[in-house]
C-alpha cells in the first residue's frame, strides 16, 4: 500500500517542519538567535539533531513572516527591529485591537469572556515561574481568542502576524528583572473591565497595556531608551 505510505511520510515531515519553526520562534523570542546575526541550516540542524531540510523549509516560513531573511550562500540572518519598526507595529494594533476590544465589550456574553480565564491566569502564572515559552503562547492564546469574539479571522490573522514581527527582541532580561508579571496581570484586568460592560473602560486597559508591552521592548533594546507610553499613537478609539 504505497499511497498511504507515502501521505503518512509527508505527514511527518511536515509536522517536523513545524516543530522546528516553533522553537525557532521559541528561540529568538528567548534572544537565543541574535539579531543581526547569520544561521547555516546544518548547523542548526546539527543543534537540533534533525536533517538540514526541515530547518531550512521552517527558516523560509519564519523568512515569509518577516523574522529572518535569507543570505545567499551562507544562510538566514535574523531581522533586526527599529525602534521606528515597533513604533509602527504598535500603532497598527492600537488602531485595530483598541476598539475592537471596545464591541467586544459591548457583544460579548459573560460566558464567553470567562472562557478566557483560565488563559489570562496562565500567563500571570507563567511569568512568575519564568516559564518564557509557556508565558508567550498563552499570551497569544489569549489575545487572538478574544479578538476572535469580534467574529472576523482576517482581523486575528493580521494580528497575529504583527505579533510575530514585532517579537524579535530577547525576553531573558525582561523576565530576570521581573517586568513581564506586571504585563501579564493586566491580562486579568483586562478580562475583568470587560466583564462589567464598561467598554471606555476596556478600551483604556489595552491602551495602557499595549503601551506598556511596547515601553517594555524597548528597555529590552536599550535601558535608557525607552520611549514615554503617552507619547506612543495608541488613541485607537472607536
Known amino acids: 500500500m504505497p499511497e498511504p505510505t507515502r501521505r503518512n511520510l509527508v505527514s511527518v515531515q511536515e509536522n517536523l517542519r513545524d516543530q522546528v519553526a516553533n522553537a525557532l520562534r521559541a528561540a529568538l523570542i528567548a534572544g537565543e538567535l541574535r539579531p543581526g546575526a547569520i544561521y547555516s541550516a546544518p548547523a542548526l540542524a546539527a543543534d537540533f539533531g534533525v536533517s538540514p531540510t526541515p530547518v531550512r523549509e521552517a527558516m523560509l516560513d519564519l523568512a515569509r513572516e518577516g523574522m529572518v531573511e535569507a543570505v545567499r550562500n551562507k544562510g538566514f540572518r535574523v531581522t533586526e527591529m527599529t525602534e521606528a519598526d515597533l513604533d509602527e507595529y504598535t500603532e497598527i494594533r492600537a488602531l485595530m485591537e483598541i476598539p475592537i476590544v471596545g464591541r467586544i465589550t459591548r457583544t460579548a456574553s459573560a460566558e464567553q469572556l470567562e472562557a478566557l480565564r483560565p488563559v489570562a491566569e496562565d500567563i500571570v502564572t507563567a511569568a512568575r515561574e519564568h516559564d518564557l515559552i509557556r508565558y508567550l503562547e498563552a499570551d497569544r492564546r489569549f489575545h487572538l481568542e478574544l479578538l476572535a469574539l469580534a467574529g472576523n479571522r482576517h482581523l486575528v490573522t493580521v494580528v497575529d502576524d504583527l505579533r510575530k514581527r514585532s517579537r524579535l527582541f530577547g525576553l531573558t532580561d525582561l523576565d530576570h528583572a521581573g ?14 473591565t470587560m466583564l462589567t460592560g464598561d467598554a471606555e473602560a476596556a478600551q483604556d486597559v489595552m491602551r495602557r497595556h499595549l503601551a506598556h508591552v511596547r515601553s517594555l521592548w524597548a528597555a529590552d533594546q536599550d535601558p535608557a531608551g525607552a520611549p514615554d507610553p503617552a507619547a506612543l499613537h495608541l488613541d485607537g478609539a472607536s
Not at 179 to 192: K, P, T
Open 179 to 192: 517586568s513581564l508579571v506586571d504585563s501579564a496581570q493586566e491580562h486579568v484586568e483586562l478580562l475583568d
